[in-house]
């Protein structure tokens, strides 16, 4: 168990570091990058109070919300290349 909290502090910690990068970050490149770390880094929050508390219906929701993470993030990156392969 011990190990399961130090993830979530160093997790919390990361997410923490992305808000102020989203905030602060000098282009748009940056901010979504820096909301793709806080969006998955939520979900590996979620996954780790998951195994804490051995609920299984959280990893049903990590899934789905790490297959439209992922799809948000190829479809934000489209949009910054201005649709440019």
Do not use: Q, Y
């Not at 748009?28 to 804490?52: K, P, Q």
């Not at 919300?65 to 290349?81: D, E, H, N, Q």
Request: proline share 2%; charged share 15%.
């Amino acid at each position: 168990m011990i190990g399961i909290d130090l993830g979530i502090v160093v997790i919390g910690l990361a997410c923490l570091v992305g808000t102020v990068r989203m905030v602060v970050g000098p282009t748009d490149a940056d901010r979504a990058v820096a909301g793709d770390l806080l969006f998955f880094g939520v979900i590996g929050l979620v996954a780790l109070v998951g195994v804490r508390t051995a609920s299984p219906f959280t990893f049903d929701l990590v899934l789905v919300a790490a297959l439209v993470g992922f799809l948000g993030a190829l479809s934000l990156a489209r949009a910054l290349t201005r649709g440019k392969r």
